[in-house]
C-alpha cells in the first residue's frame, strides 16, 4: 500500500512541477473547511454526499421548516397581530410538520437516538441564531 502512496505523491509533484493546477477554480485561495463536528460520525459521509449533491435528508429540511414557522409565530403574537385566522393557519402547519417529522424519526429508528437529538439540537441553533 505503501508503494501507492509514494506513486500518487509522485504524480502530484509531477503535474504541480508542470502547472496543471495553476488555473483550477479557488486557486490561492483558503480552502473552506466545514464543521462538521455536530454530525455524528456514521452520517458524516452520507450527510457530506447529499450535501455537494444539492440533496437535504428530510428531517433537515422539515426542522428547518418548523423553526421558521416558529419565528413567524412569536412574530405574530410579539407584534400584537389580531389576525387569528393567519395565526391559527400557521399553527396548523406548524403541528403538520412536526408530526410529519415525529413519524419519519421513528421510521427511521431515530427518535431516541441521542446523538442524532444532540445534532437536531445544534442544528436548530444554527438555524435560529441562539443558545437554547
Given at each position: 500500500m505503501a508503494i501507492l502512496f509514494w506513486?500518487?505523491?509522485?504524480?502530484?509533484?509531477?503535474?504541480?512541477?508542470?502547472g496543471e493546477f495553476a488555473n483550477l477554480p479557488g486557486h490561492g485561495k483558503p480552502l473552506e473547511l466545514e464543521d462538521l463536528s455536530g454530525v455524528?460520525?456514521?452520517?458524516r459521509m452520507s450527510y457530506k454526499m447529499m450535501?455537494?449533491?444539492?440533496?437535504?435528508p428530510e428531517e433537515v429540511t422539515l426542522r428547518a421548516e418548523c423553526v421558521t414557522l416558529e419565528e413567524l409565530l412569536v412574530a405574530c403574537h410579539t407584534s400584537g397581530n389580531s389576525d387569528t385566522g393567519e395565526r391559527r393557519e400557521l399553527e396548523s402547519k406548524l403541528s403538520l410538520k412536526r408530526l410529519r417529522l415525529q413519524r419519519l424519526l421513528q421510521e427511521r429508528g431515530l427518535e431516541g437516538n441521542a446523538a442524532y437529538s444532540d445534532y437536531g439540537d445544534m442544528i436548530r441553533q444554527r438555524l435560529t441564531g441562539r443558545e437554547e
Open positions: 506513486l500518487a505523491e509522485q504524480r502530484i509533484q509531477e503535474a504541480m512541477r508542470s455524528p460520525e456514521e452520517l450535501k455537494n449533491a444539492g440533496l437535504l
